[in-house]
């Protein structure tokens, strides 16, 4: 039986109480003989910084150095507004990305059937929808030099942010996206502005080799980035893996996420580069969305997006894609059975919170395991 090293930082608000869901399908899964989880758990955000004085301690850095993957909840709340800028509670999530140089997002866009109709978009057009969005995180313009704002000395100032790729960045980009591709539909589309844009050349030039040298087999579209903004909403089943920079991945993987419900649904992973000798990659997985300050220790959260997060992480970090695809059926069961989470409630269906939730996914899930 494979062990695997997991380390588990719940965060803030509703973020141990997703993360308390999540806890009783690992064990499950030790229990049930699949894997082996060897579980830490650790402090980050406003919580760390109660306990050390900073966003993230270094023995919980550490941790995740060593881990096969770490499970992210959510940090911040108002409590920490007013903490120096560099231990504020967003600096923990910042310092894990950076350190451990988690340079591609995943956002999946998955619509599951018994919510299709709550997408802001018509049932036809989202039924059964599926994609992934395969996002730069560590480049681009959110990072590149000079990053100022100048006063002018006229009543005037000028605000300057830099696009900067080099060919390396977007060369493991892309890879992953060619290799997510080949397990999935095998179809890429990457996605740049070259018509008004340096970086967006070099991207289509980058990519277009890479596809030519190693990824023949899989079939690759270049679109326009804004352009891909429109396909999104006219017709997203066109899509199976989108590749683009940080900033248009940033935007792209907010309208994709909407097309199919709420913020509780969204899981994601980051990933790095992979071990010379394991092959492993270093990987966080977390939910999209925030803390929740407003229904925290209410026992409302929805815990779907955390799950879905760990199925991720049995998909890309553990190869338990079999299981990886039991959890999400049994997350789908759930839904069909009309149990819904406050966030995601409609006429007719029964209302209950995040524990129920979290308990009905486990009972599916024992149910598929058979
Ligand atoms: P949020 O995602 O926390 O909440 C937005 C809205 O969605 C709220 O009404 C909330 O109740 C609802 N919501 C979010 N997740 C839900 C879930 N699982 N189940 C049911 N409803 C859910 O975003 P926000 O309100 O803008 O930010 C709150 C705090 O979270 C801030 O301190 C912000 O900085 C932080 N934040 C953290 C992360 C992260 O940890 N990765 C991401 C976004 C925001």
Known sequence: MATFKLLLLPGDGIGPEVMAELKAIVDWFTAKGVAS??????LVGGAAYEAHGQSISEADMSRAQSADAVMFGAVGGPKWDGVPYDKRPEAGLLRLRKDLALYANLRPAICYPALADAS?????????????????LTGGVYFGEPKTITDLGNGQKRAIDTQVYDTYEIER??????????????????????????????????????????????????ILADNCAMQLVRRPKQFDVIVTDNLFGDILSDVAAMLTGSLGMLPSASLGAADES???????????????PDIAGKGLANPIAMIASFAMALRYSFELKDW????????????????????????????????EMGKSILNELERLAG
């Open 173 to 222: 980009v892309s890879r992953v996206a060619f290799e997510l591709a080949r397990t999935r539909r095998n179809m890429v589309h990457s996605a740049e502005k070259r018509n008004v844009m340096k970086s967006g050349v070099l991207w289509h030039e980058v990519v277009s080799a890479l596809h030519r040298e190693s990824y023949a087999d899989v079939e690759l579209n270049h």
């Open 278 to 292: 394991t092959g492993r990659r270093k990987a966080l997985y977390e939910p999209v969305h925030g803390s929740a």
């Open 120 to 136: 802001a978009l018509k049932r036809e057009l989202v039924d059964g929808l599926d994609m992934l969005i395969v996002r730069e």
């Open 324 to 355: 990886a695809s039991r959890l999400d059926q049994a997350i789908a069961a759930s839904l069909e059975k009309n149990l819904r989470t406050a966030d995601i409630m409609q006429d007719g269906m029964i209302q209950i919170g995040t524990a």
């Open 37 to 42: 989880f060897e579980v830490e758990e650790g």
